[in-house]
Every structure is written in C-alpha cells, then in structure tokens.
C-alpha cells in the first residue's frame, strides 16, 4: 500500500478531544518495544459535520498520528463505544474498540494483555478549552492517510459480443465515497478511465454519469434481473478468468471481488 500522509492542521476550527494513556510503564513494554521504561500513546477524536468522527493515534516513539477506518458504534447509558480498524501498522492491524465514559477512555484492540496499557484520558478539548495547546501541538504534525489505492470491485461486466468490451467499476475498501468510484472500460487491451461526474441512486438503480473529454457516456446497473448498461448497451457478467484478468490488466491491488 503506498504511504500518502496529511497535515492534521487541516482540522483546525474543528471539535478535538485527545486523550493518553495512563500506564506508562504497560504501554512502554505493549507499544514501545522496550525502547524506554516509560511511554504513552495518544488517541485524538475529531468530530467532522454531517460524517462519522474521525479517530487518529499516535504511537509511542512516533511523531506522525494513523488515521483508522472507522466503523459503527453506539451507546449504553453514559458510556459511547465505538468500533474501526487500523489498516496500517503489521502488529496492531485488528479491529479496535473505544469505550469512553465522561473524560476516560478504554482502547482495546486484538486479543487481550494483562496490562493496564489501554486505559487513556482526556487531557485536552477544544469545547471546553482544556489545554488547547497541546491539540495545537498536535495539530502541527503530520498523520498517514487511509489509503485509497486499495480498492474493492463493484462489477466485472462485458458487452455481449464476439469481441467485447469489458467494463470495471470499483472503489476504495477502507474509505468509500461516492466521487473516488472508478470505471474502467478496456477495448482489445486498451484501457480507458472515464472521469466519475457524478453518481447517484434512483430508486433501485445505481448510476453514473461520467466524461470522456468531453463526452458523456452513462453506467446504469438495476436491482433484479434487468441488466446492466454502458450507454444503453446491455452488459452481461464476465467470467472468473475474464474478471481476474481485468484485475491483473489494471494493476489494482483489490481486497475483495465481487460482482452485485
């Protein structure tokens, strides 16, 4: 996966809250390697309009934070837990849990450790100014991005003809929106991205408006048994080797493969 990083000073004016671990000695022997008797780590929480909160932490003996793919969530009376992944660092690649209650916060992720290491709290919030220095120190470093060369395929279709076209739609597996959706078409192994305009969904029809330099074609794949279709034209499934070549012919490093 290639390494793209942010500057977290983009989130600046946002709503922050970072917390840090308490057990400094368990999160020197857990995350620190033994590198030093003592360390902490850090989870900074920052809340974006109309979107999930975006979750971001700092490893010990590291000076950029990790963005995690957030997933759901929820509440049971004062206590807010929420779900994701890290899909970056190789021994703490695993689904984690937060469970934070008024200003502590419980960080658990893989299998259990008998150690205290996971148990932070809140040392600084923008709302109600709690240190806000040390979010603006933060706010000065660098964070890896979720990748989004990482894809998963949403069809592997082809015209139904003796020479046919074949058409690729994919999109980012950790962090889907509707504008990073890609489509190829691929003609005797020429290969074409068509620019995404737009997409949308209308009623059960999923739809995507797109541009070739400067002229539009149109991607259209109905629920039920109606099929898909390129400008009008009707699209038929390809098969495992037809679909597992468009994959190696595109180069896409793909997590999942299916087709709806």
């Not at 290639?2 to 809250?17: A, P």
């Not at 797109?210 to 629920?223: A, K, M, Q, R, W």
Request: charged share 25%; net charge negative; with cysteine.
């Amino acid at each position: 996966m290639q390494k793209v990083y942010g500057n977290l000073s983009e989130f600046n004016g946002k709503d922050i809250e970072l917390y840090r671990s308490t057990d400094l000695v368990g999160t020197a022997i857990y995350f620190g390697g033994r590198q030093t008797e003592k360390a902490f780590f850090e989870i900074m929480l920052i809340k974006v309009p109309l979107g999930e909160n975006l979750i971001f932490i700092r490893y010990p003996n590291t000076n950029h934070f990790v963005e995690m793919v957030v997933g759901g969530g929820g509440s049971w009376g004062d206590i807010e837990k929420r779900n994701g992944t890290n899909v970056w660092e190789n021994k703490y690649k695993a689904p984690f849990s937060l469970c934070i209650h008024g200003e502590n916060m419980l960080y658990s992720v893989g299998e259990e450790v008998e150690c205290n290491f996971n148990f932070l709290k809140r040392v600084a919030c923008t709302k109600t100014h709690l240190n806000v220095d040390q979010i603006e120190i933060n706010l000065s470093r660098r964070y890896l991005k979720i990748p989004v060369s990482v894809r998963k395929v949403m069809y592997t279709l082809k015209t139904n003809e003796d020479n046919p076209k074949f058409i690729l739609v994919d999109y980012p597996a950790y962090k889907f929106t509707y504008s990073n959706i890609r489509l190829f078409v691929v003609d005797n192994e020429e290969v074409k991205e068509l620019k995404n305009v737009k997409c949308v969904i209308h009623g059960n029809t999923f739809i995507i408006y797109l541009n070739d330099n400067g002229t539009e074609h149109i991607f259209v794949s109905p629920c039920g048994d109606e099929p898909s279709k390129f400008d009008d034209i009707n699209l038929i499934t390809t098969s495992d080797n037809e679909r597992q070549n468009l994959i190696t012919l595109l180069d896409l490093d793909v997590v999942e493969l299916y087709n709806l």
